[in-house]
């Protein structure tokens, strides 16, 4: 009835508890392993290991964001430069100018040029960086493709007109033909990342207008 091993006369209590211990988890070896392993310096290494890895996720989310906010700035400056270029040159067709034509100078260089110049700097960096390179041999060698592929939006056309639809069709990812292995792949150039900016500039501009028109008609 008793279980190897143990003592018939000893009392019920200690038995019970003795039954109701649990087993050992680690065996002796196992906690030398964790003690090891929650050694002071080894935790030190781990946890710089993963501040380093944090450090680097938050760094790269960081210059991600920078790089966003760089180009946004670079297209909203292209458009307020371009606003006032253009609404100087219409005003400079005025048969009855209310600005001198020294005044409109000021403007074309001052809030025409200037913003369109801060612009280039802010976008050239996006605008000029290498294209995807092949996916297959990793070649950045490559002639333009897109014969069978043409992004022609219908709806874009209808109603945006062709300025729209040229430059909407532009700006998607250009089909290119690698010229080491003949891979069919899609990239952004150049070409397509100044349509894209054109494109919202265009979007700003005539978001702009509309607004104008609106305050123009309350008044
Ligand atoms: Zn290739």
Known sequence: MTAAGHNRNEPQSAEQDRSSEPPPRYSAQCRAGIRTRLSPSILLARGSRWAWALAATFSHRLLNTMRALKHIAGVLLTTVGVMFVLGAIFHLFNPEPEVPLWGVGVVIVFLGLLPLGAA?????????????????????????????????????????????????????????????????????????????VLLWVLVLLVLFGLIVQQFEGRL
Do not use: M
């Not at 897109?146 to 430059?167: K, Y």
């Not at 690698?178 to 349509?195: E, P, Q, V």
């Open 120 to 196: 280039f700097a802010l976008l050239r960096r996006t605008l000029t960086a290498p294209s995807r390179p092949c996916p297959h041999c990793g070649g950045t060698e490559r002639q333009p493709a897109g014969v069978l592929r043409r992004s022609h939006n219908p709806w874009i056309f209808h109603f945006g007109g062709w300025l729209f639809a040229s430059l909407w069709g532009t700006s998607r990812e250009q089909q290119v033909r690698c010229t080491k292995c003949d891979t069919l792949y899609l990239t952004d150039t150049r070409g397509t990342r100044i349509a894209g």
